[in-house]
Structures are given as C-alpha cells and as structure tokens.
C-alpha cells in the first residue's frame, strides 16, 4: 500500500501564507503524479494543483500567481506554498498521488486524510 501524510494546514489571517506538505511512503515503484485538491462542505472536491513526474504543473485559475506546487522526488514529498491567501480558500486540503506500487501494475489513485485551511477576513 501507499500511505499519504500531510502537514501544514490551520488557521491564517486574510493575506498570509501557508505551506503544505504531503510524504508517500510504502510500496512504490514510481510517482507519476502528484497534486493538491480541496473541498468544502457541500461542495465536489476540486483540483488546485498538481505536478506531474517530468515537472509541468497545472493550476486552477483561481489560485493562480498566488499559489506554487513544487516535488522533492528523492523524499517522494509535495508542497503547496500558499500566499496572498483570501478567505475563499478556506477549505480541507486533499494530497493526491498517482503511483505505481509495481512495474507490470497500472498506477492509482491514493489520497491523504485531509487537512483544515483556515483563512480568516
């Protein structure tokens, strides 16, 4: 299995920064994707960032200019510099990691449990 640890979330004024971080550790063979989505109450999860294995990064036109994914492969950890942060992007943060846990098996999906993000105005 893949296991996701994430840190670096709470509670933030208008205009401050944040730093996630999210660890996969267990049986990897390789990282071929690597992002950060979010939700909040009510709402579909949606995708804020994500940083593919060879480096391009795609951002959700909201968090763009303000918001930075980066990937430490060695660690097989991901970050999400958050600046500039507006209370609209309070929210719980979701690690998402596509893996391959063999060479001769297709990659998947695995998940972190979430962490709260907190932007108050």
Do not use: H
């Not at 996969?24 to 990282?31: D, H, L, Q, T, V």
């Not at 990064?57 to 660690?75: E, L, P, Q």
């Not at 600046?83 to 609209?88: G, Q, R, T, Y």
């Amino acid at each position: 299995q893949v296991q996701l640890v994430e840190s670096g979330g709470g509670l933030v004024q208008a205009g401050g920064s944040l730093r996630l971080s999210c660890a996969a550790s267990g049986s990897i063979f390789r990282i071929n994707a690597m992002g950060w989505y979010r939700q909040t109450p009510g709402k579909q999860r949606e995708l804020v960032a994500a940083i593919t294995s060879g480096g391009p990064t795609n951002y959700a036109d909201s968090v763009k200019g303000r918001f930075t994914i980066s990937r430490d492969n060695a660690k097989n950890t991901v970050y999400l510099q958050m600046n500039s942060l507006k209370p609209e992007d309070t929210a719980v943060y979701y690690c998402n990691v596509v893996a391959q846990q063999l060479w001769t098996t297709p990659p998947n999906n695995y998940w972190g449990q979430g962490t709260q993000v907190t932007v108050s105005s």
